[in-house]
T-cell receptor, first 114, second 113 residues
Framework: AQSVTQLDSQVPVFEEAPVELRCNYS??????LFWYVQYPNQGLQLLLK??????LVKGINGFEAEFNKSQTSFHLRKPSVHISDTAEYFC????????????FGGGTRLMVKP | GAVVSQHPSRVICKSGTSVKIECRSL??????MFWYRQFPKQSLMLMAT?????????EQGVEKDKFLINHASLTLSTLTVTSAHPEDSSFYIC?????????FGQGTRLTVV
């Protein structure tokens, strides 16, 4: 079975500073990787996804993530955060050969301070 | 892009009553939809997989008689929380896939008083 670990439950950062949200996964088969953002009392919005090809993936709102197969990681980065980036971020995986069910990490609360 | 609409966004009900939550795929057909439950400050936990025209598949520990799922058409899945109790209060989210991307509903905040 696959699993996803988000190492930081909360990440406080000042506005305009860079940020990295860490995600590691475990799976015996190939996976697709995703990052989602959730604002309070809302559903999830896709930030970016890795399916294949280039390991550096660019998403919406200036976010990017790099797939590292040897370290089984898919860390999310943004060079300069805004107050509006304050939200909950979820890393997720789905198995390539087993349908579309997502397994989520525990989430990381990004708190951007002025 | 594809849109999944979930209704209602908030519902307050009395203990012992039943509540129905709808999940619709607005511009695509979804043979499979997923229902998640999210407790405060926690991640999403898959409750069940809703399959159009057949029975839902429930995750271990989820009571199928408590959480009734119906997927009667290619664009609509419903989750009914039967005989709701305060411990059922939670945020419920549905999702549906197109190709390799999941789209999520806006979520339903259920409060049982």
């Amino acid at each position: 079975a696959q699993s996803v670990t988000q190492l930081d439950s909360q990440v406080p950062v000042f506005e305009e500073a860079p940020v990295e949200l860490r995600c590691n996964y475990s799976s015996s088969v190939s996976v697709y990787l995703f990052w989602y953002v959730q604002y309070p009392n809302q559903g999830l919005q896709l930030l970016l996804k890795y399916l294949s090809g280039s390991t550096l993936v660019k998403g919406i709102n200036g976010f990017e993530a790099e797939f590292n197969k040897s370290q089984t990681s898919f860390h999310l980065r943004k060079p300069s955060v805004h107050i509006s980036d304050t939200a909950e971020y979820f890393c997720a995986v789905s198995l390539r050969n087993a349908g579309n069910m997502l397994t989520f990490g525990g989430g990381t609360r990004l708190m951007v301070k002025p | 892009g594809a849109v999944v609409s979930q209704h209602p966004s908030r519902v307050i009900c009395k203990s012992g009553t039943s509540v129905k939550i709808e999940c619709r795929s607005l511009d695509f057909q979804a043979t499979t939809m997923f229902w998640y439950r999210q407790f405060p400050k926690q991640s999403l936990m898959l409750m069940a997989t809703s399959n159009e025209g057949s029975k839902a598949t429930y995750e271990q520990g989820v009571e199928k008689d408590k959480f009734l799922i119906n997927h009667a058409s290619l664009t609509l899945s419903t989750l009914t929380v039967t005989s709701a109790h305060p411990e059922d209060s939670s945020f419920y989210i549905c999702s549906a896939f197109t190709n390799t991307e999941a789209f999520f509903g806006q979520g339903t905040r259920l409060t049982v008083v």
